[in-house]
């Protein structure tokens, strides 16, 4: 493979360089002929060689193709490592019920939840971050991964419609977030739910507490205002609305702080709320921070070698070998007749 694609374009040089020689050729030849025919000026410039432009020209095109070559970087071969390393199994329980587009927090609960756990994943080491997104129901739109990249990229594409079925099931998320880490028995295991704690389906409780007795701590993280706010509805990127109940009232989506605040006690977290940046995700990784870190094996692909060296040497060696050979022809060799008659 090549490391820099872009510089392929510079062979189109080659053929530039071919065409500005070979005028330069033929404006040479023009210029002797007005000196006379080709039999005389033979004889007044018997060191004159026809091949010897041809073979420096050669080299010089080698040497600039291997420099090319040496920019676009040939890569071969790959390996695999195992790596070890220490952290803690994070899953980030994110909410995604329509009642998360309320704007009482700016741009609006969602935007402001997403950058912040995106921050989060920023500030993460060794440690295995996993997304469960959930509204009616819940999904696992992220498995335990320490590719943190990755998990950031599917981040940013998880909105209102990443869950079919509208709601807020917080049960259903906590059920959802425990089967993510697996038949691992270890308590270096957190979950972190991020929600407006507005809860209409279920009850969280008995799950949070069946959570801290296979030693899983949740932390809970609140977004939005005690006021709260009406849910805006978009049609083609314009306000149309705001969502209206049976009766045609419009819906106030109101932080539901006791409900977090209950989740977190059940399973010895802690609560957070917030409406800067990080939503108080900072606290709690601090919290984090204090657990006891397990330690994971992971495969991890090295880079793939570079060969650009090589073809550095070559295009210096045909350099040398372009600037030792003169245009004209040696004259003491020319004397050498090895196949003359005599």
């Not at 420099?67 to 952290?87: D, F, M, S």
């Not at 295991?189 to 008995?206: A, K, M, T, W, Y």
């Not at 030792?324 to 196949?339: C, D, G, Q, S, T």
Request: net charge positive; hydrophobic share 45%; glycine share 6%.
């Amino acid at each position: 493979m090549f490391e820099n694609h872009k510089y392929f374009y510079l062979f189109l040089l080659l053929p530039l360089l071919l065409l500005v020689f070979l005028f330069a050729l033929y404006t040479r030849r023009k210029s002797l002929q007005k000196l006379g025919q080709w039999e005389s000026l033979s004889r007044i410039i018997p060191l004159r060689s026809v091949r010897r432009p041809w073979l420096k020209f050669s080299l010089l095109t080698l040497s600039i193709t291997c420099i090319i070559l040496a920019a676009i970087n040939p890569q071969i071969g790959y390996k695999t490592e195992e790596v070890k390393t220490r952290g803690v199994d994070i899953v980030v329980a994110l909410d995604v019920s329509r009642s998360m587009l309320a704007e009482d927090i700016r741009p609006n609960r969602m935007d402001r939840a997403r950058m912040a756990v995106s921050r989060l994943i920023d500030r993460l080491d060794g440690d295995r971050v996993g997304i469960v997104v959930f509204a009616g129901s819940a999904v696992t739109q992220v498995p335990l991964t320490p590719d943190h990249e990755a998990a950031k990229m599917i981040l940013r594409t998880v909105n209102t419609n990443s869950v079919q079925v509208q709601g807020t099931a917080i049960g259903a998320a906590l059920e959802r977030s425990i089967a993510a880490f697996g038949g691992t028995d270890s308590r270096s295991r957190v979950i972190v739910l991020v929600s407006d704690g507005e809860n209409h389906q279920d009850d969280p409780l008995p799950v949070a507490r069946r959570a801290a007795e296979m030693g899983i701590t949740i932390h809970t993280v609140g977004v939005g205002t005690p006021q709260g706010a009406p849910i805006p509805i978009y049609r083609n990127n314009q306000l149309s609305g705001f969502l209206r109940d049976n009766q045609g009232n419009t819906v106030i989506s109101r932080f539901d702080e006791p409900m977090l605040r209950a989740i977190a006690q059940q399973a010895n977290g802690t609560f957070q709320s917030s409406t800067g940046p990080d939503l108080g995700l900072n606290r709690i990784l601090d919290e984090i921070r204090q657990m006891e870190q397990q330690e994971f094996e992971t495969t991890r692909f090295s880079e793939y070698e570079s060969r650009y060296h090589y073809f550095v040497a070559l295009a210096l060696i045909f350099l040398l070998l372009d600037l030792l050979i003169v245009e004209r022809k040696n004259k003491w060799l020319n004397k050498i007749k090895l196949f003359e008659v005599r």
